[in-house]
């Protein structure tokens, strides 16, 4: 086999061409491939990730925000550790590696025709935003859209600018929910399950995506079914350590589960019939 | 094999075949080091000695994915990744550790990824595999069934009296044959395999679904509070494949650098650890029924064969004296019957 044709790390290049502060410790770092053959290589679906890299600090795991269709990608990222302190440096213009697209995302297809229930917390948000852009995209193939976003503080609050343009198609509700009430605040108050509740669906032909910590996403898929949906229309996207994309390192195990290969994007009924806790 | 795969060498003759053996490739064999033997590779001539040779210490996988290895290099913005294609062989490898790459080949190569560093040095090893006339202390390789071949090999070793019966189990392994062809006689056939006499035991049958009834038991919570969390079993488990990635600037010049693998090991806190210090097997009872279930019922449902190949060296390893086969014994004894 040629030496070129191999490759199960190697990252290519994109170029950072706007860099947006969310909030304090998020940045959303939009990335243009320096070729564009390695775009269309990374053909990926809401919810997939890939692997960013800065040569001799390290590698991290992000869910892409942007939607697929668009030439340029973006990701959000929470300075949290070694790669994410140094990418928070990072000015327009300079590179970072790219690899990917891993992993299985949202069931978009399989959800057609459904009304479609989006609960996101924190910085679980991202694969989320890049779902909802495809369901707006193609929003006459889904029915009624709910989005309940929560988060700790009014400071924590990201993609600001988005909203107003989501909030203009029919039949699209969103709800942002900070944790306690605030003078700073005086929209919706309380935990994401507090709005799920609330909301008064038709179970059986409705899918609930969600995303954030593994103890939000347990109350949330109770709280899907007290409202009656399936466990298999209940997908959510999990969190793990994953360092090779592939189903090779073990870091991302869930019983005999790889996250990074079978997953993150889990159906309920895949997670009970885990061998191992989930949450 | 067919009629003329059979041969038969002298042990007067074999340090002759190695020595031929080291100047073509390089040759991976059981090295005395400390208290026991490790894989190592042999210098120009270096005597072999095989004297009380049962196993290893540490399993060969350290051939196929050595501690450090480069996998990607930069060097300013110029990024490669690299690969090792340099022939080797491996040395009286044991039929359970043979067993162990034929397994770590199904999770290195299959599932629809290939990871193609693994598959770079896989490819280019020839394995010239002994069996085992004696068995260890902690070896329970007749309960997995590994304790023979029927493939996987380019050469098979028995030793019989004052020789060695050898199986070519491949058309490269013939060759290798024919490069020493003086010091090899045509043979009609191999002598009837002897079982090694395995004292430690394993009772697999229906063991996962036993297993599976035994997720919560308190077995595992009696087990962790023995086990110290060192991570020796999985250290030299010959199946344990688990690794990071780790970024390693040239320290002299940061411009350039390497992208090197580590092996890892769940046992460890910190292997499930992601950003924001969340561990997800927080507790040492997670940890120890991971390596329990990996080796005896993960194994199976995704690669079809168990990953526990009896070889006894966590066993061996243990400071807590923590035995595979006693907790698989107490797990069918409590819930065999539930």
Request: glycine share 8%; charged share 30%.
């Amino acid at each position: 086999m040629p030496k070129s044709d191999r490759h199960t790390y190697k990252p290519v290049p994109a170029e950072v061409v706007r860099i947006i502060d969310e909030a304090p410790g998020i940045k959303t770092f939009r990335l243009r491939f320096e070729r564009p053959g390695d775009r269309k290589r990374f053909d990926f679906l809401p919810g997939q990730f890939g692997l960013f890299s800065l040569m001799g600090i390290g590698e991290a795991t992000f869910s892409m925000c942007s939607s697929p269709r668009e030439e340029e990608i973006e990701i959000s990222v929470r300075n949290v550790g070694n790669t994410t302190d140094a990418m928070f440096t990072m000015k327009k213009g300079d590179l970072i590696g790219v690899r990917g697209p891993y992993g299985k995302g949202f069931p978009l297809d399989v959800v057609k025709g459904k009304d479609v229930v989006i609960v996101a917390g924190g910085i679980g948000f991202p694969p989320l935003v890049s779902v909802l852009e495809y369901l707006l995209f193609r929003r006459k193939d889904y029915g009624k859209i709910w989005v309940i976003y929560g988060v700790k503080t009014v400071d924590d609050i990201v993609y600001r600018y988005k909203g107003p343009r989501w909030r203009k198609h029919k039949d699209v509700t969103i709800t942002t929910t900070v944790e306690k009430k605030c003078r700073e605040w005086n929209g919706c108050t309380g935990m994401v399950t507090d709005h799920i509740r609330k909301l008064k669906i038709n179970p059986a032909n409705t899918a609930g995506f969600s995303c954030g910590p593994p103890v939000m996403l347990k109350f949330v898929s109770e709280e899907f079914q007290k409202l009656g949906i399936e466990p298999e229309n209940i997908h959510l996207s999990l969190e793990r350590m994953m360092q090779c994309g592939i189903g090779k390192c073990g870091h991302c195990n869930i019983g005999d589960k790889y996250v990074c290969r079978d997953g993150p994007v889990f159906s309920l009924a895949e997670l009970r019939r885990m061998q191992e806790d989930v949450w | 094999m067919t009629q003329d795969s059979y041969y038969f060498i002298e042990k007067k003759d074999l340090q002759g075949f190695i020595d031929a053996l080291t100047l073509k490739m390089s040759v991976f064999a059981p090295v005395r080091k400390g208290r026991g033997f490790r894989f190592e590779k042999l210098k120009n001539k270096q005597k072999l000695d095989l004297n009380g040779y049962i196993n290893t210490e540490f399993p060969p996988k350290s051939i196929l994915m050595p501690e450090g290895e480069a996998l990607v290099r930069y060097k300013e913005s110029m990024i490669c990744e690299v690969f090792d294609d340099v022939k080797k062989a491996v040395f009286a490898i044991r039929p359970c550790d043979v067993h162990a790459m034929l397994l770590l080949d199904k999770v290195m190569m299959g599932h629809g990824d290939i990871e193609e560093h693994y598959e770079a040095r896989r490819k280019n090893l020839i394995v010239i595999a002994m069996n085992c006339t004696e068995a260890g202390e902690n070896c329970f390789c007749e309960s997995m069934e590994t304790d023979r071949l029927y493939g996987g090999f380019d050469l098979l070793f028995t030793e019989n009296g004052n020789g060695y019966h050898v199986e070519a189990g491949s058309e490269e392994g013939k060759k290798i044959i024919d490069d020493s062809a003086k010091l090899f006689r045509k043979s009609s056939g191999m002598p009837a395999k002897t079982k090694p006499g395995c004292t430690k035991k394993i009772d697999t049958a229906g063991l996962p679904e036993i297993m599976k009834k035994a997720a919560n038991s308190s077995i595992w919570e009696d087990t962790a509070k023995r086990c110290l969390s060192c991570a020796s079993c999985t250290f030299v488990c010959p199946t344990c494949y688990c690794f990071s990635l780790k970024h390693e600037p040239d320290v002299t010049d940061l411009k350039n650098g390497e992208v090197k693998r580590e092996m890892d090991y769940c046992m460890l806190l910190r292997f499930s650890k992601v950003a924001g210090d969340y561990v997800f097997r927080q507790h040492r009872t997670e940890r120890v029924k991971q390596f329990f279930y990996h080796k005896l019922v993960y194994g199976l449902e995704n690669e079809g064969k168990n990953h526990c190949v009896g070889c006894g060296r966590c066993i061996t390893e243990c400071m807590a004296g923590i035995d595979i086969t006693e907790e698989a014994a107490k797990v069918r004894k409590k819930y065999a019957k539930v």
